[in-house]
């Protein structure tokens, strides 16, 4: 064996074809792939008899097999990777008793070392060449291409992966062993520790290392690389590696912190971690910020190893503080995650030293500040670390406050996610609250009150029992004089007798102690003198070293009062300080005890001021928290949700009103937030605490009972909606159904609010469930309708309710029709309804009304023959008030003979008023009955016959087949007539229509007897000046209006002039929702109209805005009104100073918003009419109106289009005021490139008017606007010039207008004197209209029949256009047709509300 030459490691395998001289090893031949087998054979046998050393005269073949891999057959390669490991695991053993042979010969030492350098080069470049085959096989299994190439690429990695483990431990243990002395006890050659470990970074770079299966696998790779920076220095290489990987491949980043984790605290390697920190912390922070994708790897890291090893982190983490300010918020997450980590794992508790509780502090300033970061996914993920941070309770009470606040400001954030989170911080803090389970602002102040003053009182006895204290400043104060007038004696000659004796002692202590004594004694003479020679014997000493003063009588007078107060208490008597040292501990041992109280108290009343002040500032935020449950984030809304249900179980009362708010969610179409909806009442209310069944059943009725309290109508519908759901779930106990059966009947004590509760509770179950009353319809009618009903008419209209839900069955199977649920004409309910109803018509109470309206409502819903049993209780109580009238004409006859009886004027006002309520209902339901039983039960039948006829037509099929020659006529005779399909469904409607047009109000029926009587009371408001009968009489007249047309049309002026001039509220709200209903059922001979409808938008009452704003928003959204100019009213709700208007304002434009177009098509008349100064809006109330409307313009084509509207329409605009009206609103558009571009095209329309300051300041806001959201260089340049022209034009007008003042005494015209002309003098202002002869109304049709009406043609609008809405439709968006529907709409529902 020639070892002359030497393995040099090559950087590159080329590096061993070249020839690099004698002394280094170069291979001679590549070989061939057919030549590759028989030499493997050859290095085998080799082996077998000369062991790991055979490689010296073998490299070459192997070397080949390495250079042509991809081209070797695979089981070739298997074959070498087998033998490499066997040579190299037997070269390892070998060499366990080799390095320790001191008498090895220094050429086998050479040999064993090149041996040791070719096998780990053959063994660790098979390792990569297969890790690098295997990582492109992985990409083939993701390729859909070719099953073959699959299954061949899996078998070859299965085979890879299998080996890969014991190889990586087979190198394991070879670095294990001292291979410095094969290099003769020097460090391991660098190339050889790369070589080792290059096999593991290799194997890293695998995408499915991080998979669970190869869990062995990354720990051999810990274990090896452990290893290298244990025995091999490998630290800082392993440091640069680390840092190249984690910015290349994102993967490993939870691998290196695995094991570095495991390297710091097994192998003791803990400088690794600062070396890594302070290697990222050394980058760019504006380099990181630009590789994005680099800088994930980097975030991930920080923050997983922070998770694992904090404290390590902590004692590092200064190094990337720097980052912080850096653009990269992936960077700022995971810094300020790895503050959180160490905040929860090692900065928590109450024993931190006072160090450790700065750097504490520090980090939750440094997260708070971040609250505010620049960036929302910083602020949100800050919000969640608080939350971590809060739940573990590692945030210190002291910084409650501060945090709560930060995380209430956050609720309006613009983006989505940080309020999301914000509220999950809240909710947090909430369930993990020091202070309480229950957070009542009254009970807690009442409680801080108590104790508060508890506190005062022992303050108070404290200072009263305290002796007074004299300071040595004051005591040197009192005997400044004395001691002045002595130091002055000293300057002056010695009087006969007088001789001084005094000497300075040997050191400063005993001088001090010896003056200290003579001013005790009041010798301040002596002690002055005694002073005066210490400052000449002890210069530069203490105290004699003070400041030098004027003269040497101030010096002497320093240096007496610092000895004096430096030495307090002084031991100048013997009496004396025996004296205040017994009172002193006297004092020490009386106050001891009272002061520990004092503590506790003063610890008690922080305490409970800490957790008031936390109720206060959770009970403000439930208003804003309750907003937000509207919000188009689904999951905001869901939150918020959630946290009402938190806030509710820590007792918190305010909770209550949140907890109804969500009630309408219920029928929101996202199923997430039904689902959350649902999820909150079942936490709530489902699980009641108790022992028994009947305990939780008790608890639950009272909850939803309690919810139920002045609830209005439409949560109780929301509520029954949320019951019926459980019920059908079966999430509803019988126990729970057995109690209010029990609280209704009276067998179960309770209260009649709680009784009628138990009645609304049944009768929302029936819903879902209807047997739950139809299996106890009997004891429904004979206890809530029994003789007792006069009592309490509320829990009789609530029985009716409940009943009625029979009517409302599931819907039949598709395929089937089903006979309607109805109960017999003499059925015992309805003979009680009739008794009741007759007997409660002659008695003034002002519920039986409501119980009417719901007794005929039953009627028509469940009775056979409901026209006949409503007939008869017209009958009965108009016989009564018959009865009434002539005992009272007997009375006035008896009492005044000459007085002639007024008819109905003699009757009392309850009654006229019961009885124009029930003809009014009684012809509703008759109108409903008609359009809705009626004709669903004319299609059933048409059905039936239908499906008769079509199974004959199948039987007779066969007999057809006999006679090919017959003429079908029978078969077809409807077809022909158009009996058939839709054809037949117009006849079934026409027919009904003609029942209600000709017959209902018909002299003949029994309703046309009460016409006149409505109709009197309408017209005579000063005769009957009763506001119960107005209003009671007017919605009568609505509902008569419903039944025909021709009496509509008759009497719409009628209804109009009642709307319009009565000045009872209740009427004018009742006519408002009856136009409406109008408005839907006859919809062309309202239109004409509609100016009368949006004109109660200004009503001066606010519950007639209400409800015409809630009845205008069905109306529009529902397309059923034109969307005019008049919109603007509409508009002008949105500064209602009533809450609720102002939320039914923001409703509509929201759900406006969602129909196309609509609200970018109204803004330029709603603008137009706003702005005009004759009857716009203020200005700062247009400011309001025009942020919450701009605020649904969202698309670029809306928004560029509007700019040009806008400034064209400078042009027009006659007033300063539109001006600034005009140029504001430009301010409220996200302006684009384009939109800067319209802007510049259009200077000319707007150049003379930013001579006004606010106009020009407008423009500045825009086009600083623009800069802020960046651009293209060309459209930086665009505004810039803009800007420039702009300013010009600003100066140009302020130097013609200061010219001309100074050049005339003239005054400039005042432009906003001016009247208006050419458009601006069609404006017309929005006035109501005060007087009789003020009321204009259309002239009445003369085509009575409105099915041949046609509908009138548009007029043209009055007020000013914009110039732009003349280009094609090409530029501008367009909203969608708006007309108004011509068919008749049949009547689904009674939306008629009674307003007294």
């Not at 391991?188 to 998979?211: D, K, Q, W």
């Not at 020490?588 to 005890?593: F, I, L, M, T, Y």
């Not at 004590?749 to 047997?771: H, I, N, T, W, Y």
Request: proline residues 4%; contains cysteine.
């Amino acid at each position: 064996m020639d070892a002359t030459w030497e393995f040099q490691l090559p950087l590159a395998s080329s590096d061993l074809l070249e020839d690099r001289g004698p002394e280094q090893y170069m291979v001679q031949k590549v070989l061939h792939v057919g030549e590759l087998l028989p030499a493997l054979t050859a290095f085998r046998a080799a082996v077998r008899t000369r062991g790991a050393l055979a490689v010296l005269e073998h490299f070459d073949p192997l070397y080949s097999l390495l250079h042509r891999f991809r081209t070797v057959e695979t089981a070739v390669k298997e074959d070498a990777l087998e033998l490499m490991m066997q040579v190299v695991s037997h070269h390892s053993n070998e060499l366990a008793t080799i390095l320790g042979d001191s008498g090895l010969s220094r050429t086998d030492h050479a040999a064993h070392l090149n041996a040791l350098k070719m096998n780990c080069y053959l063994l660790t470049g098979l390792a990569d060449a297969f890790e690098i085959e295997n990582c492109k096989s992985g990409l083939l299994e993701v390729d859909a291409s070719g099953k073959n190439k699959k299954s061949r690429a899996r078998i070859a990695g299965s085979l890879w992966e299998e080996e890969r483990e014991p190889l990586l431990r087979l190198l394991t243990q070879l670095l294990q062993l001292d291979l410095r002395q094969l290099w003769g006890g020097l460090v391991v050659e660098e190339e050889f520790v790369s070589l080792m470990t290059g096999a593991c970074y290799r194997i890293l770079e695998n995408p499915t290392i991080g998979h669970q299966k190869y869990r062995a696998t990354r720990e051999a790779v810990t274990h090896l690389l452990a290893a290298a920076l244990t025995h091999y220095d490998h630290m800082f290489s392993a440091t640069l590696k680390i840092t190249q990987m984690l910015q290349h491949f994102e993967h490993v980043a939870p691998v290196f912190a695995q094991a570095v984790s495991l390297w710091a605290t097994e192998y003791g390697l803990k400088s690794l971690v600062g070396e890594l920190l302070r290697e990222i912390g050394q980058k760019c922070p504006q380099d990181v910020g630009r590789d994005a994708s680099g800088i994930k790897g980097y975030a991930t890291f920080i923050t997983e190893l922070a998770e694992q090893i904090p404290a390590l982190v902590l004692s590092n983490i200064s190094v990337l503080l720097r980052h912080l300010d850096g653009e990269s918020y992936v960077m700022r997450n995971a810094i300020l995650a790895a503050m959180a980590e160490i905040l929860v794992q090692v900065l928590n508790g109450n024993q931190l030293e006072e160090a450790a509780r700065g750097t504490r502090d520090q980090f939750l300033g440094i997260l708070q500040a971040h609250v505010c970061d620049i960036h929302g996914f910083v602020r949100s993920r800050v919000l969640q670390l608080f939350t971590r941070i809060v739940q573990c309770k590692a945030l210190p009470l002291t910084q409650f406050q501060s945090v709560v606040s930060l995380a209430v400001e956050r609720l309006k954030d613009k983006s989505v996610v940080v309020v999301k989170n914000a509220i999950q911080l809240l909710a947090a803090f909430l369930s993990n609250n020091p202070f309480s389970c229950k957070l009542s602002c009254a009970d807690l102040a009442e409680l801080l009150k108590k104790e508060v003053q508890k506190l005062k009182e022992m303050r108070d006895r404290d200072r009263s029992t305290a002796a007074p204290v004299i300071t040595p400043e004051e005591e040197w104060e009192a005997m400044l004089p004395e001691v002045r007038a002595a130091i002055q004696q000293l300057f002056q000659p010695l009087q006969e007798g007088e001789e001084e004796v005094l000497e300075v002692e040997e050191n400063v202590e005993s001088t001090l102690k010896q003056i200290t004594e003579l001013l005790g004694k009041l010798n301040y003479k002596s002690a002055a003198c005694l002073t005066q020679k210490a400052l000449c014997c002890f210069q530069g000493k203490e105290p004699f070293s003070g400041p030098v003063e004027e003269n040497e009588e101030a010096t002497i007078l320093g240096v007496l009062k610092r000895i004096y107060i430096g030495s307090y208490p002084r031991e100048n008597s013997e009496d004396s300080s025996s004296g205040n040292k017994s009172l002193e501990t006297a004092e020490v041992v009386s106050e001891e005890q009272p002061q520990t109280e004092l503590a506790k108290q003063e610890m008690l009343v922080q305490y409970l001021q800490d957790a008031y002040d936390f109720s206060v500032k959770i009970t403000e935020v439930l208003s804003l928290i309750s907003k937000m449950m509207y919000e188009n984030c689904v999951s905001v809304v869901q939150e918020a949700i959630e946290f009402f249900v938190t806030v509710s179980q820590f007792g918190v009362p305010q909770a209550l009103p949140g907890i109804r708010r969500m009630l309408p969610l219920i029928w929101s179409k996202e199923p997430g937030i039904k689902e959350a909806v649902l999820n909150a009442y079942r936490q709530l209310y489902l699980s009641p605490s108790g022992d028994s069944e009947r305990d939780r059943a008790q608890g639950l009725v009272h909850s939803l009972s309690l919810i139920m309290v002045d609830a209005s109508l439409g949560m109780i519908q929301c509520l029954e909606e949320i019951i019926s759901e459980f019920v059908q779930k079966d999430e509803i106990k019988p126990a729970v159904i057995q109690l209010l059966w029990e609280r209704f009947t009276e067998k179960s004590q309770c209260s009649l609010l709680e009784r009628r509760a138990a009645v609304m509770l049944l009768g929302m179950m029936a819903r879902g469930k209807p047997e739950i009353i139809g299996s106890n319809l009997d004891i429904l009618v004979t206890v809530g309708l029994s003789e007792k009903v006069c009592e309490d008419y509320c829990l009789a209209k609530e029985v009716c309710d409940a009943i009625s839900k029979l009517a409302t069955s599931p819907k039949p199977a598709a395929g089937k029709s089903t006979a309607p649920f109805r109960l017999p004409q003499d059925h015992v309910l309805f003979e009680c309804l009739s008794e009741t109803l007759s007997k409660g018509f002659v008695q003034p109470s002002g519920h039986w009304i409501p119980f009417m309206e719901a007794a005929v409502m039953l009627v028509y819903q469940l009775a056979e023959g409901a026209e006949e049993i409503c007939a008869h209780i017209l009958q009965a109580c108009s016989q009564r008030a018959l009865e009434k009238l002539q005992e009272a004409d007997g009375q006035e006859a008896g009492i005044s003979p000459s007085r002639v009886s007024d008819g109905a004027s003699c009757l009392p006002t309850f009654l006229l008023v019961h009885l124009v309520s029930l003809v009014g209902q009684v012809a509703l339901q008759q109108v409903v009955y008609l359009e809705v039983s009626v004709s669903a039960e004319l299609r059933r039948h048409r059905t039936l016959r239908e499906e008769k006829k079509a199974t004959k037509k199948l039987s007779d099929s066969s007999t057809q087949k006999k006679r090919p020659r017959s003429t079908g006529n029978e078969t077809t005779m409807e077809e022909e007539l158009g009996l058939v399909g839709a054809s037949a469904d117009d006849t079934e409607a026409e027919l009904v229509r003609s029942i209600c047009e000709t017959e209902l109000l018909d002299e003949n029926h029994l309703l046309s007897a009460f016409v006149p009587l409505v109709l009197k009371i309408c017209n005579n408001p000063g005769l009957y000046s009763d506001p119960a009968l107005s209003a009671a009489a007017a919605l009568a007249l609505g509902k008569f209006c419903m039944i025909s047309s021709e009496f509509c049309d008759s009497h719409l002026r009628l209804l109009f002039t009642m709307m319009e001039k009565s000045t009872w509220p209740g009427v004018r709200s009742n006519l408002i929702i009856a136009a409406g209903d109008l408005a839907i059922r006859f919809p062309n001979l309202v239109e004409p109209w509609t100016s009368h409808l949006y004109a109660r938008l200004q009503d001066p009452c606010p519950s007639v805005r209400h409800t015409a704003a809630l009845v205008m928003t069905q109306l529009i959204l529902k397309d059923m009104v034109k969307v005019k100019g008049q919109v603007s009213d509409m508009a002008m709700l949105l500064i209602d100073p009533e809450a609720t208007i102002m939320t039914v304002a923001q409703n509509f434009f929201s759900e406006l918003s969602n129909k196309g177009n609509a609200i970018y098509n109204l803004l330029p008349d709603i603008i137009s009419r706003l702005s005009d100064p004759n009857c716009g809006a203020e200005e700062e109330s247009f400011h309001t109106i025009m942020r919450h409307l701009f605020s649904y313009i969202t698309k670029d084509r809306q928004t560029e289009s509007l700019v040009e509207k806008l400034c064209q329409r400078f042009r027009t605009a006659r007033t300063e005021r539109q001006h600034r009206d005009l140029s504001y609103c430009l301010t409220l558009l996200p302006l684009t490139d384009r939109g800067l571009q319209k802007l510049q095209d259009n200077f000319d329309c707007y150049a003379d008017k930013v001579q006004d300051p606010a106009v020009y300041s407008c423009f500045q806001t825009v086009l600083a606007r623009f800069r802020r959201t960046g651009g293209k260089p060309e459209t930086k340049a665009l505004a810039e010039e803009l800007e420039q022209k702009l300013s010009a034009s600003h100066n140009r007008g302020l130097d013609s207008a200061e010219t001309c003042q100074e050049g005339s005494r003239t005054p400039m015209p005042e432009v906003a004197k001016q009247k208006p002309t050419g458009t601006g003098s069609r404006h017309q202002p929005l006035r109501m209209k005060k007087r009789a002869e003020d009321f204009d109304t259309p002239q009445p049709r003369t085509l009575r029949n409105h099915k041949y009406a046609q509908k009138r043609p548009p007029s043209k609008k009055a007020l000013m256009t914009f110039s732009s809405d003349e280009t094609s439709s090409e530029d501008d968006p367009s909203a969608e047709p708006d007309e108004t529907p011509t068919k008749t709409t049949p009547i689904t529902r009674s939306s008629a509300r009674r307003l007294r």
